[in-house]
Each structure stands twice: as structure tokens, then as C-alpha cells.
């Protein structure tokens, strides 16, 4: 499995982003596909997930600034981000949690830098 992000850089406050997660070796629809941040000095944090049945949810913090989708034709997940605040600022990673016989296997793109400055 290999998740490779792409979309980062650098943008001011209010501005948009939008994140793509390319994945490979396993199909984004039936996983759960998470976005994850970490800020510098932080720990990782959750941003919000997608589940194989399309269910979404995010936290407090983004909810109704972010949205996260897919496209399973791509195998891509995006995460869109809207009304960006300085603190939102992190390297962003996406992560699949894929079912196994024994449980599930979490896997993890290398992350693309968000920065949001005036």
C-alpha cells in the first residue's frame, strides 16, 4: 500500500487548498481514509476520516471549513479545505486503515506541508 499527498503550499488566511491523497495497492472504497495534521511542536491530530460507506466526520476544529471526498475511479481522496486560519498551518498525511484477517493495518503517506500566512 503507498499514499502519496499532493496539493500543499502556501496560502493567507481566508484562502483554499485542496489535498489529494493517491493511493495504490489498496482501494480507497473500502477503507476508512483519515487526514491527520501535525503542527510543529505538536502531536498529530486527527482531521477527519472517510469510511467505505462515504460516511464523514471531522473535527471541531475544521468542521464546516473542511470537507473531505473521494473520487474511486482515481483511487484519490481530497481533502478541501476553505477559510484556512494561521492555525491550521501543519504537514498534512493521509492514512488508510485496511481490513486484514487479523484486524486492520494503518498505513501512512510522507505528508505535504500546509502553511498558511499573511
Known amino acids: 500500500v503507498q499514499l502519496v499527498e499532493s496539493g500543499g503550499g502556501l496560502v493567507q488566511p481566508g484562502g483554499s487548498l485542496r489535498l489529494s491523497c493517491a493511493a495504490s495497492?489498496?482501494?480507497?472504497?473500502?477503507?476508512?481514509m483519515g487526514w491527520y495534521r501535525q503542527a510543529p511542536g505538536k502531536q498529530r491530530e486527527p482531521v477527519g476520516s472517510?469510511?467505505?460507506?462515504?460516511?464523514?466526520n471531522y473535527a471541531d476544529s475544521v468542521k464546516g471549513r473542511f470537507t473531505i471526498s473521494r473520487d474511486n475511479a482515481k483511487n484519490t481522496v481530497y481533502l478541501q479545505m476553505n477559510n484556512l486560519k494561521l492555525e491550521d498551518t501543519a504537514v498534512y498525511s493521509c492514512?488508510?486503515?485496511?481490513?486484514?484477517?487479523?484486524?486492520?493495518?494503518?498505513?501512512w503517506g510522507r505528508g505535504t506541508q500546509v502553511t498558511v500566512s499573511s
Open positions: 492514512n488508510a486503515r485496511v481490513p486484514s484477517a487479523i484486524g486492520y493495518g494503518d498505513y
Open positions: 495497492g489498496t482501494p480507497v472504497s473500502r477503507n476508512t
Open positions: 472517510i469510511t467505505r460507506f462515504g460516511n464523514t
